[in-house]
């Protein structure tokens, strides 16, 4: 991800960061701050307002092609805000172009702190017990969203066609697996949980949330943070509350594979809509991988 801000990379300038409705949730115009590291797609900012840091992030106008629902991110936020479980929101766009939350001092969650495990898995259960909203995850029709998005002329097309074609039995098997549907967020990267400096774990970035299989958080989050076997099954067992089976561990391999899955193809729309591509070498590797382990899951 961009380390420092760069002019050139499509980033508003500073006197353009501010949006000409500031006067909605402002009571005096914000100033710039600096350029805040983040994602690939949005440009986020940290200003200020009176005495308060505040983030705005302008929308990628890859919104569309990326899948992402701003109208349900809004609603979301809203209910996260008052649990206490994100940077509580400040002020949505009615046209979803810029979102103003406010600023949370921290340090990214790490794995390897005192009870880092526990808390989490905590963080997990009241994200999952938030009120359901009008907006389900489908794999299916969420991996098929971004293929229209994707170069036909790229040289790891054909690897992800055959990803596409050996991954439906994992999607079938999950969904034979599936107990309802909770709000999950979709997204706990390294970079969207946040410790607090009075200690309380959040989540920031909910772009992706919806209804869905509350295994797909799960998923996500050993594959982002990379844990062990052994955190896995402290993750697994905290979060259910109850001893682990072999189909706790088997669904939680399908939904990880399809996590992968997603997150290739979600590469390879943003190396297709970019104008200068660099190379492709990277997607061409994780759809590799991704074949290899596939006969691991049967």
Known sequence: MPSSWDPTDGALSPSAVIP????????SRPLFVR???????????????????????????????????????AQVLDRATHAGLCAPLVYCDPQHEYLVTRFIQGQPWHKQRPGAIERLARLLNRI????????QLGIEQKAENYWPSISTQADFYSLLARLRSA??????????????????????????????????????????????????????????????????QQLLSSYLQRPLN????????????????????????????KKDRTDSGAINTQCQTLLQLIPLSH
Not at 49 to 65: F, I
């Open 20 to 27: 000409s409705d500031w006067r909605l949730w402002s009571e």
């Open 246 to 273: 072999r189909n706790d561990w088997r669904r939680l391999l399908h939904w990880r594979l399809i996590y992968k899955y997603l997150c290739v193809l979600w590469h390879a729309v943003q190396w297709s809509t």
């Open 35 to 73: 350029p805040m590291t983040g994602g690939l797609t949005n440009r986020t900012y940290l200003i200020s307002s009176g005495e308060a840091l505040l983030v705005l992030r302008h929308n990628s106008p890859l919104s569309q092609s990326l899948d992402l629902d701003r109208a349900t991110e």
């Open 128 to 135: 999952h017990a938030l009120p359901p909203v009008n907006s």
């Open 167 to 232: 991954l439906s039995s994992s999607i079938r098997t999950v969904e034979d697996y599936r107990e309802g549907s909770c709000l999950c967020h979709n997204d706990l990267t390294k970079e969207n949980l946040i410790e607090s400096t009075d200690e309380k774990l959040i989540a920031i970035d909910w772009e992706y949330a919806s209804m869905g299989d509350h295994y797909y958080d799960l998923a996500a989050l050993v594959e982002e943070h990379q844990l062990s076997l052994a955190q896995q």
